[in-house]
């Protein structure tokens, strides 16, 4: 049975099918492990044993009957605790929102609730999810699966750790800035940033809800296919017959290479030449759009951020994260006018980009330029708290400002990933891409 905390979602979604695995079975391994895991406070806020329990026997019941309503049925799933769910405490890392209890489960719980996965609990988080490190000295900083002394990335931090440490065998993450890939790539994992507006956000708790994405932090691009339908309450996209023949990919040069780290750097050379020998063409490219689109970003992120939760923050900001409240705040620098007009900038600047990768099939870059930093030493020093935090999701947010789909795979060397971007809505392409990128990098 343990062997079941290292499988795949996809795996645990077969053996059911084919009757070697029970869905109770399997939850009360899952929820066993959390409950006695070293590292499980750190990772969950709360789990919800009777929830789940209930759900299984329900997807047992259903696999007996051989009336299974998806391949995730009878799985179990992490969820960040920025997804409402209902009667049980959804608090998106902050004493802000302390025993705040939903009525209703958020649109992407309920979709995959009844095609019969099973949710195991909630987890820990950034303050608001408004940081790229996953650093929450207000309620609990989730470990990194390569260094336990390390964050494990963020906002959806423990949703990454749930996955690394074997304490849920899928997760569901937000992704803003980069909040769903930079703990995927610190932990070795799969991470999907969808295009922004394609998944429901109602029910999620929000921090910008312009840029805000629903997304799965996985073990494997299967998993992250089959989570991907799950949350739109369908079947997952076909990867069968996956090939980087005659691939064409772009290696952006522009601001995605500074500056990056030697083993980030090393693991992404090296997987380029992995795909090269898997068939792909590489070609080497600039965007100097980008560069104008960081410069005229500041009033978007913390503009809306601070309009959508000043109130409640002023209303008590003495509990927050300095570090986080101090973002939000910077959003009142800003005008109406300046906010507008950043958007009007930032609408041509995504025609310029998009028009320019249209002709490949992604965008590929380092995932993360940096490597985890240690908490201690967010902990002790503010300044370096900020420059790692900018410098972790400096990659990541290509893909959120240009509107575009992103996904991050392992490329063997620990806690470094390769990230393939990709047109709005290409979805399903980027996934059969990645598959076959995931067995060339095998």
């Known amino acids: 049975m343990q062997d079941w905390l290292k499988m795949s979602a996809a795996a645990l979604g077969r053996a059911i099918g084919a009757g070697k695995v029970d869905p109770v079975d399997l939850a009360e391994s899952y929820l066993d492990a959390a409950a006695s895991h070293p590292m499980s406070q750190r990772i969950y806020a709360r789990l919800t044993p009777e929830r789940a329990t209930g759900e299984a026997k329900a997807a047992s019941l259903r696999a007996k009957a051989g009336q299974r309503r998806s391949a995730l049925d009878g799985v179990p799933i992490s969820w960040k605790d920025l997804f409402d769910t209902a009667g049980v405490a959804t608090e998106a890392g902050s004493t802000l929102l302390k025993d705040r209890i939903p009525r209703a489960d958020a649109e992407v719980l309920r979709a995959a609730t009844a095609l019969g996965t099973v949710c195991l609990g909630k987890t820990h988080m950034s303050e608001l999810a408004f940081s790229g490190l996953g650093y929450n000295p207000v309620t609990q900083t989730s470990p990194c699966i390569n260094d336990p002394e390390a964050v494990s990335g963020g906002s959806s931090s423990g949703a990454a750790a749930s996955v690394a440490f074997g304490l849920a065998p899928l997760a569901i993450g937000s992704d803003t800035g980069g909040s769903v890939r930079v703990p995927s790539v610190w932990n070795d994992l799969v991470g999907l940033k969808t295009t922004s507006g394609r998944i429901s956000l109602q029910g999620v708790v929000p921090l910008v809800k312009s840029f805000d994405t629903v997304g799965p932090l996985a073990r494997t691009i299967e998993d992250a296919a089959l989570a991907l339908g799950v949350l739109e309450g369908r079947a997952g996209p076909d990867l069968r017959g996956a090939s980087l023949q005659g691939a064409h990919f772009a290696v952006l040069e522009t601001l995605a290479l500074d500056d990056v780290e030697a083993q980030p750097l090393a693991a992404f050379e090296s997987a380029i030449a992995h795909l090269e020998k898997a068939g792909a063409n590489i070609t080497r490219i600039e965007a100097p759009e ?45 005008s109406a006018p300046d906010f507008v007009a950043a958007w009007e900038v930032l609408h041509k600047l995504r025609a310029i980009w998009n028009a320019r990768i249209a002709g490949f099939d992604a965008v590929l870059t380092p995932s993360c330029a940096i490597m985890p930093p240690s908490i201690a030493d967010l902990a002790a020093d503010e300044a370096y708290y900020v420059e790692r935090n900018l410098k972790a999701l400096r990659n990541t947010r290509i893909g959120n400002l240009m509107g575009s789909c992103a996904l991050t795979l392992p490329t063997g060397t620990p806690s470094c990933g390769i990230m393939l971007t990709a047109l709005p809505l290409h979805e399903e392409r980027l996934l059969r891409l990645g598959a076959a990128a995931e067995a060339a990098l095998a």
């Open 290 to 334: 980008l560069l104008e689109a960081i410069s005229h970003a500041g009033p978007l992120f913390p503009g809306e951020a601070y309009g959508i939760w000043r109130d409640v923050i002023e209303g008590d900001p003495d509990v927050m994260f300095a570090q986080v409240l101090g973002r939000f705040r910077a959003g009142a620098d800003f």
